[in-house]
């Protein structure tokens, strides 16, 4: 098949980042892709795609401009004529859903949100049948694609979006006299819930009888003046760190992991994070509190600074086990997310997207 693989963006994080492991499993298949994405915004994602032998058409726009961007992609799907339009995400999904139509190209479409905006969730619903086939990337956004969007168990699969490649290098552990190093990843937005782990932070400060400890905030976005302002304000041992091209390399340098959002779909930072063997403290948010357990982590409500604290306390009391927690983590998802199980995932789908595209011709 010649497989169109459309995405809103080429921002660092978002959908933008496991497209690659994605677009393997198609062109270890024999299948022909391209990426075509909306709008540019930070391009932090272009590196990692081409890197990964991707060819890439960005178009020139905002995040706005539908009509624009619309007309573009029809233009760019009747000169790629492809056999199956595969969309990421609730832009990608409606426009592409809308060229599919007028090109009588079939259209399989990502859902990664478990938490839409009830005007896009209104279109999605409205239109949810002119995508022949819905992959939720996780257990929980698969729930809420048939409960917000009505799509029936019979046009959704689920391929978790997480690729856990059991070579990934691994935290060294916590040495006595030394900091605590605590670590999150993720775009400096609202949602993320970093504003709540700089009020759990300052809190932290005021308990006695824990470790020196730091934290290190990897990612950049619109957020960074008012973090920044609180971390100044509260004299917090908080860094940002701005985007981090390896995270690798910047979760094998802690000894835990926190992820305080508001709420997620996967996470693939999280558990990116349990990979590299870190105990992680993050929101009951998301497919998140379907993979921590008390023996790796721990999980709070979102936005509680008080249970936030007191979860971060917790281990910070006792950081010479942090590294067995860490290890018991990675442990689990390797089991749950091994390569070959999302390989062999992928190309059940796959085996099912040839049976559409073939009804189509």
């Known amino acids: 098949m010649k497989i169109a693989y459309i995405i809103n963006s080429v921002e660092s994080g978002g959908a933008a980042l496991p497209v690659p492991a994605i677009t ?8 022909h892709v391209e990426v075509f994405a909306l709008t540019r915004r930070n391009g ?13 058409h960005i178009r020139p726009g905002t ?24 969309t990421s995400l609730s832009r990608a999904t409606l426009l592409g859903q809308m060229v599919g139509k007028w090109q009588h190209i079939p259209v399989v479409s990502w859902q990664h949100s478990a938490r839409l905006k009830p005007f896009n969730a209104a279109l999605l619903r409205h239109f949810k049948n002119r995508s022949a086939l819905w992959v939720a990337d996780s257990s929980c956004v698969a729930e809420q694609t048939r409960l917000t969007l009505g799509v029936t168990p019979d046009h959704l699969v689920e391929w978790p979006i997480f690729r856990a490649d059991p070579h990934m290098p691994t935290a060294a552990p916590w040495q006595p006299g030394t900091p605590v190093r605590i670590g999150t990843l993720g775009r ?6 970093y504003d709540t782990l700089c009020a759990a932070i300052a809190l932290l ?25 609180l971390i100044a304000r509260d004299g917090l041992p908080i860094q940002i760190l701005g985007h981090i091209k390896d995270p690798s390399i910047f979760l094998t340098q802690l000894h835990l992991y926190t992820q305080p959002s508001l709420w997620e779909g996967f996470c693939l930072a999280a558990h990116e994070a349990m990979l590299a063997a870190l105990p992680v403290v993050a929101s009951d ?6 993979s921590i357990t008390p023996q790796t982590g721990r999980i709070v409500p979102p936005q509680n600074i008080t249970a936030l604290a007191d979860a971060l306390e917790d281990l910070l009391k006792q950081p010479e086990h942090l590294a067995a927690m860490g290890q018991r983590a990675r442990a689990s998802v390797l089991a749950r997310f091994g390569a ?15 049976q559409i595209v073939a009804k189509n011709h």
């Open 63 to 86: 995040r706005k401009d539908h009509l624009a961007a619309l007309r573009w992609l029809n233009r760019q799907m009747r000169s790629y004529k492809p056999d199956v339009l595969w």
């Open 24 to 31: 393997k499993v198609m062109r270890d298949a024999g299948h």
């Open 44 to 56: 932090l994602a272009i590196e990692p795609l081409q890197d990964a032998g991707l060819t890439l």
């Open 285 to 290: 948010a998301g497919e998140i509190p379907s």
């Open 205 to 229: 400060q005021t308990r006695p009888g824990l470790p020196p400890f730091e934290v290190l905030i990897g990612g950049e976005g619109e957020e960074r003046p008012h973090l920044e302002d």
């Open 340 to 354: 070959q199980q999302f390989d062999q995932i992928g190309q059940n789908i796959l085996a099912r997207v040839e």
């Open 188 to 193: 400096l937005h609202p949602v993320k819930g």
